[in-house]
């Protein structure tokens, strides 16, 4: 079945550390996404990637980075920079054929701090 | 920025209609989508306008218009299981997608 992945469900981050988020997509989706999720809130864009070794600052990057080494993997690493990083945050990938282009999301990483 | 504005609640009784309404004001507009997201888990896309009108997906519906800078969607026939947050997004540019805070609708039997 084709979709998107996310791995661990739950991350719990202790003071100082660093801590990276798996997203694997096989829809073959050029286009993919980090979103954060807090309450009361919309999703607010981490950082993008629309092609393979390309990559771009959403709205919040600070505290965060990125890598686009394969087209199915665009992992998430949240580091000590990131002073508030207990959120949902949610990966998304988006294919470029078909009208609609709907980013589609996998099932979310709820990260918690010690 | 980018503004898009949705009520934070909103509850209906089983059987019934809700419509939940989303206006936006964005730099630039290239449709419209609308997400359901039960608690804890990833949002499902439902539906998507471009043009102005109403598009109808069994029982859920979506409008549009691109001068009023609105949008709502209707849902019919409520069940229990449509007890969710709904998510209004606006895509902007080609690659970016501005989400409104969601709406959570509350079933009741």
């Known amino acids: 079945d084709g979709g998107i992945t996310q791995s661990p469900k739950y991350l719990f981050r202790k003071e100082g550390q660093n801590v990276t988020l798996s997203c694997e997509q096989n829809l073959n989706h050029d286009a993919m996404y980090w979103y954060r999720q807090d309450p009361g809130q919309g999703l607010r864009l981490i950082y993008y990637s629309q092609i393979v070794n390309d990559f771009q600052k959403g709205d919040i990057a600070e505290g965060y980075s990125v890598s686009r080494e394969k087209k199915e993997s665009f992992p998430l690493t949240v580091t000590s920079a990131q002073k508030n990083p207990t959120a949902f945050y949610l990966c998304?990938?988006?294919?470029?054929?078909?009208?609609?282009?709907?980013?589609?999301f996998g099932p979310g990483t709820r990260l918690l701090v010690l | 920025g980018q503004n898009i504005d949705q009520p934070t609640e909103m509850t209906a009784t089983e059987g019934a209609i809700v419509q939940i309404n989303c206006t936006y004001q964005t730099s630039g507009f290239n449709g419209l989508f609308w997400y359901q997201q039960h608690a804890g888990e990833a949002p499902t896309f439902l539906s998507y306008n471009v043009l102005d009108g109403l598009e109808e997906k069994g029982r859920f519906s979506s409008f549009l218009s691109r001068s009023k800078g609105y949008s709502y969607l209707l849902l019919k026939e409520l069940q229990m299981k449509d007890s969710a947050s709904y998510l209004c997004?606006?895509?902007?540019?080609?690659?970016?997608?501005?989400f409104g805070a969601g709406t959570t609708v509350t079933v009741r039997a």
């Open positions: 998304a990938s988006k294919g470029s054929s078909g009208a609609t282009k709907a980013q589609y």
């Open positions: 997004a606006v895509r902007v540019v080609d690659y970016k997608l501005s």
